[in-house]
């Protein structure tokens, strides 16, 4: 009877996603210009009016609407349930993919929110060309401790078989292993700024990007920062082609595209890692990774 209890919990997963990209539209909204997230209630960008509870159902009451305020009939703009059926969805299949791998209850509630992290700052990103301190600082301090308190979190997703050894101390070898991570992560963007810098002569990279691939290696370890940094450019390029074409825009922000590839890794990061495996294992072994 394994199948109905996962259905539930997706089912539930995909509700709870659903309520806090709601959540998560007011942060992408109120944290760029520093307003606090609690606080006021939310309200029509038009008119002011308080939005009523059962207005503010996730998804359905956009549709019930018919997409404009119950008040002065503004158009209410498509972005807020899209968040929110993103987010639900992301929801729903990382619950589905870590729990058919069997991973541990803990591990899934640190990647729900590693997930909605990403969601917040890619939109943020799109909106102001901005990755804001207040979640990528913390988030980076957590990923170290929570290594600390959860080691298995080191070995996900498939990457346990290649951690650095570093003490016996398993731990202290999670914490380490993060720590590397970070330093790789946000060591390579910032390289890839600087060299930027130099053959373009203007900014390349933002320091936030720096500071969301420290938090990207410090969760998921060295090699997948590795293949995020390889795998976020593709994504960059595909949607930097549509934007150039649709609005002969040349900037487009990174963050987006860095967090594309993260979820490629956690949703097939075992399939991934095994096949480069395969064709780097001298630079594995070289890296002290223990191996298969
Ligand atoms: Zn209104």
């Known amino acids: ?78 972005r807020y349930p899209l968040v929110e059926m993103l987010t639900a969805v992301l ?36 909106d102001h060309m901005l990755l804001p301190d207040d979640i990528t600082i913390p988030g980076m301090v957590l990923v170290v401790v929570l290594s600390g308190v959860f080691p298995t979190l080191q070995e996900f997703p498939g990457g346990g078989r290649y951690a650095i050894a570093v003490v016996s101390n398993a731990r202290l070898n999670a914490v380490a292993n993060s720590l590397i991570g970070m330093a790789v992560g946000a060591g390579l963007i910032y390289l890839t700024g600087v060299l930027g810098k130099l053959a373009f002569r203007k900014e390349a990279m933002g ?43 040349h900037h487009i922000p990174y963050g987006p595209f860095l967090s594309m590839a993260a979820m490629t890794m956690v949703l097939w990061g075992p399939q991934i890692i095994e096949w480069v495996y395969g064709r780097f294992r001298p630079v594995f072994q070289l890296m002290g990774a223990v191996g298969p």
């Open 1 to 78: 009877m394994a199948l109905p209890s996962q259905a539930f919990v997706l089912v539930i997963l995909f509700s709870f996603g659903a309520i806090l990209g709601s959540f998560f539209n007011v942060c992408i909204y109120r944290l760029p210009e520093d307003k606090s997230i609690v606080r006021p209630r939310s309200q029509c960008p038009k008119c002011g009016h308080p939005i009523a509870w059962y207005d503010n159902i996730p998804i359905l009451s956009y549709i019930i609407l018919g997409a404009k305020c119950r008040h002065c009939r503004a158009e209410i703009s498509i």
């Open 91 to 126: 929801f729903a299949v990382t619950g589905h993919v870590l729990l058919s791998r069997g991973e541990p209850t803990a591990v899934l509630i640190v990647y729900l929110a590693f997930v909605g992290a990403l969601i917040v700052l890619s939109f943020i990103d799109l």
């Open 207 to 249: 320091f936030g990007d720096v500071k969301l691939m420290g938090l990207m290696g410090g969760l998921m370890g060295t090699w997948f920062v590795i293949l995020i940094y390889f795998v976020g450019p593709i994504f960059g390029v595909v949607f930097g082609v549509i934007v150039l074409l649709t609005k002969g825009e």
